[in-house]
């Protein structure tokens, strides 16, 4: 059974630009949930999506949003990149009879200059 | 809004036990969790607890609840070097929310 997976690992970008981050759920898992942390912060709830849906979202502006595919796998897309957006970009997965468990992947780590 | 509040740093013996707390201001709050992050990875769901019990113990893990005072405790028998790592301390309200709300986490050190 293969881990939550994301690519890519890390990132540089320029104040402006847009990012899409990328993530694999957990074999079997249908829920992706994703999470901002910030250096020195815990994670940070952005948003879910549940059968391609979205399903609840913390309070990050729109420029942030998100796709859930068929095969269950997600992204992440980032418009006009601030420098404060700079963290790593945590995913996770969890199935829909155990939705209280969820299981991170490694993390993208972004950095905007 | 839901708020997790921990202590910043652990410093303790290789061999004793560590205990880390946790406070949580959501009485709604239905799963608490304890995760771990070694440096420079994600995240390690260590073991959770549903919010009608009062403790639970997974091999040399034991967390405590006290739902009255929102105070969480995850206590590490026989603390090892590779126990080094940040605990986070979350919280979810469960009911088809399950977004994970977290503490600042503790860095625990482990001195040989």
């Known amino acids: 059974e293969t881990g939550v997976t994301q690519s890519p690992t890390h990132l540089i970008k320029t104040r402006g630009q847009q990012v899409t981050l990328r993530c694999s759920s957990q074999s079997g898992h249908n829920t992706v949930s994703w999470y901002q942390q910030a250096l020195g912060q815990g994670p940070q709830f952005i948003f879910q999506y549940y059968r391609e849906e979205e399903n609840g979202r913390g309070n990050f502006p729109p420029r942030f949003s998100g796709l859930q595919f068929p095969n269950y796998s997600s992204e992440l897309n980032v418009n006009a990149l601030e420098l404060d957006d700079s963290a790593l970009y945590l995913c996770?997965?969890?199935?829909?009879?155990?939705?209280?468990?969820?299981?991170f992947g490694p993390g993208t780590r972004l950095l905007v200059l | 809004g839901e708020d997790v509040e921990q202590s910043l740093f652990l410093s303790v013996r290789e061999g004793d036990s560590s205990v880390i707390n946790c406070t949580y201001t959501?009485?709604?709050?239905?799963?608490l969790y304890w995760y771990k992050q070694e440096p420079g990875a994600g995240l390690q769901l260590l073991t959770y607890i549903f919010s009608n019990m009062d403790m639970k113990q997974d091999q040399r893990l034991t967390v405590l609840l006290n739902k009255k005072d929102k105070h969480l405790s995850l206590r590490i028998a026989d603390t090892q070097t590779g126990d080094s790592a940040i605990y986070f301390c979350a919280e979810s309200p469960g009911a088809g929310s399950y977004q994970l709300t977290f503490g600042k986490g503790t860095k625990l050190s482990v001195i040989p």
């Open positions: 996770a997965s969890s199935s829909a009879s155990h939705q209280e468990t969820q299981y």
């Open positions: 959501d009485s709604s709050s239905t799963y």
